[in-house]
C-alpha cells in the first residue's frame, strides 16, 4: 500500500467514520495482508477490525479459501475496505459483490485503487481504474439485487510528490425499499482541494475528454529539457 493511499484513508475514516462514543464500529479490510502498509494501523481504537486475504500474513484475521467468498453473514460491518488491492484481483466485480453483501445497510465501503503505475504483480497486476468505475460497480452491484449508492468517485493528483494517481471511491449501501441516504457535512473532495483531477459525478465533466495526469507531467518534462536544450545550445555555439 503507498502512501497516498493512506493518506486517502485517512481522510475517509475522519470525514464518514466519526468516533461512535463508546460503540464500536464494525469494519473488514479485504487484501490486508501489511506487505508495506495497511489500513489497520490507523490509530481508532473505536474501529473492530477484522480482514481477509489470500494468504496467512501479518495484518490477517481470515484466510480465504476462494478469494470471492467472505466468511461472515449478510449486513455484518459498518465499513469494508479495500486499498491498492483490486488490480491485483483476475475478478475484482465478484470480490465487490461480497464487500457489498457484507456491509451494513447504511454502511460505507471504501475503494482505493490506481489509474497508473508501474506494472507490480502480487501475484498478478491486471487493472488500473478510472473514476467512472464507480458507477459501473454501482451499477453491477445494482444488477446483482445489491441496492448501492456511489457517494464519491474521484481521481486525486498526487503524481508532482509520487508515482501514484489514485481512483477514490466512497459507497453507501441503501435499503431496498429506500432511496434516502445518510448525509455528511463534508466530503472526501472537499478535503482535497488541489488534488482533484476528476471528479465523474461533476454533471460538468460529462462530455470532457482529459490527459491522464502523466502525459501532462511528461508534456512537462518535455518542454524543460527542450528550454534547457536551447539554452546550452545558444551558450555553445
Known sequence: MHDSSKQSFKVFLDVYIKDASGAQIS???VGSRDVNGSVLDQNRV??????????????????????????????????????SVMEHM??????????VRVCKEGGYIFINAPSNGSI???PIDAWRLYPDAGLALQNWSIRNGLPIEVREALMLNRSNSGRWVDSCFVFQKIKVDCTARNSTSTSLKSHSRGLIYFDALDLDNRNKRLAHPDQILIKK?????????NILRQKYT
Open 27 to 29: 469494519a473488514l479490510e
Open 46 to 83: 473505536d474501529i473492530d477490525w477484522k480482514s481477509v486475504d489470500i494468504a496467512p500474513g501479518l495484518g490477517v484475521t481470515h484466510v480465504l479459501e476462494d478469494p470471492y467468498v467472505y466468511p461472515f453473514n449478510d449486513n455484518t460491518f459498518d465499513l469494508v475496505a479495500c486499498s
Open 90 to 99: 483476475e475478478f475484482f466485480w465478484l470480490a465487490f459483490l461480497e464487500m
Open 120 to 122: 507490480h504483480r502480487f
Open 221 to 229: 518534462l518535455r518542454r524543460t529539457i527542450e528550454k534547457a536544450s
